[in-house]
């Protein structure tokens, strides 16, 4: 990855130094210094809340750091305002690519550079060029006229890319670029970014992921707790390094799976279920203290698979039974009652009650569990969940009356998880369990997991994260073109295997 | 990185189980936005009044004319309020409430009319009838909003003008006299100088914030409000919640109703026309999200007193009726444009949420 050759001994395009930043009291950033060189790309790890947003926050202007400077090609700056940061060619990738949906490709693109240059008409005839031109120059497949909002997340990100080239980005943040893609999609990304490099725009990519991380960069800076813990080149560090400097302790990614009793009872069985055009023939079981694992690509029918158990787009064919007795799945509310919960890929809008109060949200599935006999909440026991799901969780928030928006992608599903803990359900499914999760709670979910197992729930966990999978799961379920195409165990349950037969 | 460590904070430790003390002690919620505001606003109103025509202002019978007239108003802004909460909103409120009004008065005369004292014993049921209608008319906009999904403003509009429309047919347009005495009594009487009116007004708005705060189907109201999907992702039966809510308000509407006609007794099809709107601007004003997910009843009333204050004061003043409109719509813009900047305020120190290029 290396190979790429550097234009000449170049001075570094993007430097901080001695940044300090802090929030009401609060050190959020302390004596942060980093450099970018052209063509090179930087990792820039931590946990959630280390400060990583906040730097990238300083160095696109979005927030002035209390001291410290930032230089740009050799000018020193203060403190940057977002219109200079774009002036001297810092563009940030946010996780959601501020784009307008209902434009086509092309408008995307331009758009925003003319409405920069402050002009005041807009010519759909003229901008296609301009456009045409990155794309080309990138050597991609864009539909330029197509509209943004039917793009794959993938495409999205790419137009998000173009649009920040068109403006002559020289330092290109990306905020967490893999999370959304697929194994492909991601090597796809990977050819653009040696692409961005050769010309010489220097890349930042915040990120979780490790083993990604390492494969792209040439360096890695680790924040912890606002420091700067370690700049080293990526060739001297390790997935298990990594995560010791951003955690400040040893990570437990080994498998841990508790032995499994034969003799333990199916809490579920699925006998040849099928939804046309999404998937067939499905067959497993699950058993009680069981952890097993589904895996596939993105629209491989794994997600599909799983919102069929909840109800929320039931099966067409085939049986469900639960505990031996088959089930009717044609509404949440019946998923629900026989017994089973989803955390749901998609957090933010249904998982999460964002602007309500993680109390409230940890009560939300379970209220008429927490009843007085004249119907009323028993505050008390509403009290005594809350807080003890709060506290076993372990959800880093001041209070219980904090709203969810204000936590951390891991406190978060912490609270969703919490939500169905309080239910008890017998079968509890996760899509993406610990997708924009840091490591720290990462382990930790996965440790919950496996203590609500042993305590005798069935956990199924939908995921394209393979190591998650072998640190989990009894077993590992693979989808492929809406079939369960195999069944690893035991020693099957490896990395590299998951790798191969997801992809196959 | 931006909360503080509990354990490192004794003051932050303080002032969280100061506030929960509060919110316990209130038990309406926290004191937040909206109820902190109206506090303000409704000393505010007061003072300024009270100082610039103290005579008739203060006078007895000012005050207990407040008392008198914020109690209807206050029940159909609470009502609106809840249709808030989910998001929705019903407009056929007043409508509603006039429809249990004539009921309540064509009952009483048909009866009266072969029997008086019988009309009178019967006082308990026609109140009941009255409170059905609402309930009924409640039911019938629940099931279209739940049932068929039509959009909340437009089904209500539509149940607005079918039950304004029965009601000016019912009475040909006319005004409709009488009412079981009892009920005129009640109206008219008063307990430790405040009218029994303003209790029921109290009783009503202490009964649906403990349905809002303390029950499952409140809490599940504000939660469907707040994010219908992740509602349905957590087994909340978004249609029976909604169906209950509007059966709800339509109980309120009902049960305002019974205070039209306590208050005169008499009925007619386009009393309170003026309601429809100003109920919008009281709810929203108590802090109510006009997005849903968040209300509280509290609010809704400090915010019924404070325009009923502004409303007398005007009076009071030798003001005009539409003097008074232009002070309610410059409340109502200057509470929202206030609420806008600290929301911008709060935006800013997040990341932007558009990045130009």
Redesign the interface.
């Known amino acids: 990855m290396t190979s790429t050759a550097l234009k000449g001994p170049s001075s570094p395009v993007l430097e901080v130094r001695n940044i300090v930043k802090t929030f009401g009291g609060v050190t959020a950033l302390n004596d942060v210094s980093l450099d970018l060189l052209p063509g090179e790309v930087l990792c820039l790890a931590g946990e959630n809340g280390c400060g990583k947003s906040t730097l990238i926050k300083i160095i696109s202007g979005a927030e002035k750091p209390d001291s410290g400077e930032i230089i740009v090609d050799g000018n020193t700056y203060s403190s940057m305002d977002p219109t200079d940061a774009i002036k001297s060619g810092i563009q940030v990738i946010y996780q959601d690519f501020s784009l307008f949906p209902n434009l086509t490709v092309a408008e995307n693109i331009i758009l925003t550079s003319a409405v920069a240059d402050r002009r005041r008409l807009y010519s759909g005839r003229a901008a296609r060029p301009a456009a045409q031109a990155i794309v080309d120059e990138l050597g991609l497949h864009l539909d330029l006229d197509a509209d943004v909002e039917r793009l794959s997340v993938a495409d999205k990100q790419l137009t998000a890319i173009c649009r920040a080239l068109v403006s002559d980005a020289r330092v290109l943040i990306m905020d967490e670029p893999t999370t959304a893609l697929t194994h492909t999609e991601v090597d796809r990304l990977f050819v653009i970014v040696e692409r961005l490099r050769s010309r010489g725009v220097g890349l930042i990519f915040v990120s979780h992921k490790l083993d990604e991380v390492l494969k792209i960069s040439q360096r890695v800076a680790i924040l912890r707790s606002g420091k700067n813990v370690v700049t080293s080149p990526a060739s001297m560090l390790d997935p298990r390094a990594i995560a010791l400097h951003m955690t400040g302790q040893e990570l437990d990614e080994t498998r841990h799976v508790s032995e499994l009793d034969a003799q333990s009872e199916i809490v579920l069985e699925l006998e040849g279920l099928g939804l046309r055009g999404a998937y067939e023939d499905v067959s497993f079981t699950l058993r009680r203290g069981e952890i097993l694992g589904v895996t596939g690509l993105l629209g491989s029918g794994r997600t599909e698979i799983a919102e069929a158990l909840f109800g929320v787009v039931p099966h067409d064919s085939g049986v469900v039974k639960v505990n031996g007795t088959p089930v009717r799945l044609h509404s949440i509310n019946d998923a629900i009652d026989a017994g089973i919960g989803y955390v749901p890929e998609d957090r933010l809008t249904q998982g999460l009650f964002m602007d309500k109060s993680i109390a409230d949200n940890i009560i939300a599935g379970s209220p008429n569990e927490h009843t007085t006999r004249f119907g009323t909440l028993d505050l008390r026991a509403v009290r005594e969940t809350i807080q003890g799901l709060f506290a076993r969780l372990r959800v880093k928030a001041p209070n219980v009356q904090a709203p969810v928006r204000s936590l951390s992608g891991g406190n978060a599903q912490r609270v969703v998880l919490a939500k169905w803990l309080a239910r008890r359900p017998r079968i509890l499914m996760l899509n993406g369990p610990t997708v924009g999760v840091d490591i720290g709670s990462k382990a930790e979910i996965l440790g919950i997991l496996r203590a609500e197992a042993a305590a005798g729930m069935g956990v199924i966990v939908i995921s394209d994260d393979a190591p998650e999978l072998v640190a989990c799961c009894h077993r590992v379920l693979v989808v492929r073109h809406g079939r369960v195409v195999e069944i690893l165990e035991g020693d099957d349950v490896a990395v590299d295997t998951i790798r191969e037969k997801v992809a196959a | 990185?931006?909360?503080?460590d509990?354990e490192t904070k004794p003051l932050?430790r303080l002032n969280?189980s100061v506030?929960?003390g509060w919110?316990r002690l209130l038990g309406l919620g926290?004191i937040e936005g909206g109820v902190r505001r109206m506090l303000i606003l409704v000393v505010v109103a007061f003072a300024v009044f009270a100082a610039l025509k103290p005579s008739i202002f203060l006078s007895g019978t000012n005050l207990r004319n407040i008392a008198l007239n914020s109690p209807e108003i206050g029940v159909i802004a609470i009502a609106m309020m809840l249709a808030m909460l989910t998001g929705g909103i019903d407009l056929s409120l007043v409508a509603m409430a006039n429809l249990s009004a004539i009921t309540m008065s064509t009952m009483f005369t048909a009866v009266a009319a072969g029997d008086p004292a019988l009309a009178e014993q019967l006082f308990p049921v026609i109140l009941l009838a009255g409170i059905a209608v609402g309930v009924l008319g409640g039911a019938i906009n629940g099931l279209l909003i739940s049932g068929l999904g039509i959009t909340p403003i437009l089904a209500t509009l539509g149940t607005m003008q079918i039950y304004n429309g029965i009601a000016v047919a019912w009475t040909g347009g006319k005004t409709l006299y009488g009412s079981p005495s009892a009920l005129t009594a009640i109206g008219s009487s008063t307990v430790a100088g405040i009218p029994i009116l303003f209790y029921v007004f109290v009783l009503v708005a202490v009964a649906i914030g403990?349905v809002v705060t303390?029950?499952?189907l409140g809490?599940?109201i504000?939660?469907q409000g707040?994010?219908p999907?992740?509602?349905?992702?957590?087994?909340?039966?978004s249609r029976k919640i909604l169906l209950s809510t509007y059966v709800l308000t339509g109980l309120l509407s009902g049960i305002a109703g019974v205070l039209f006609i306590a208050r005169n007794p008499t009925a007619s099809a386009d009393y309170g026309a003026s309601y429809v709107l100003l109920v919008i601007v009281i709810a929203v004003l108590g802090g109510t999200n006009p997005n849903g997910?968040?209300a509280t009843v509290l609010g809704v009333v400090l915010a019924t007193l404070t325009l009923q204050i502004v409303s007398s004061g005007f009076t009071a003043m030798r003001l005009s009726a539409y003097q008074y409109a232009i002070a309610q719509g410059l409340i109502l813009v200057a509470a929202m444009a206030f609420e806008q900047v600290k929301w911008r305020r709060r935006l800013r120190s997040r990341?932007?949420?558009?990045?130009?290029?």
């Open positions: 990185m931006k909360l503080a509990p932050s969280d506030d929960a919110t926290r403990v303390r029950t499952p809490l599940r504000q939660l707040a994010n999907t992740a509602a349905r992702y957590s087994g909340i039966a997910g968040f990341k932007p949420a558009v990045q130009p290029g």
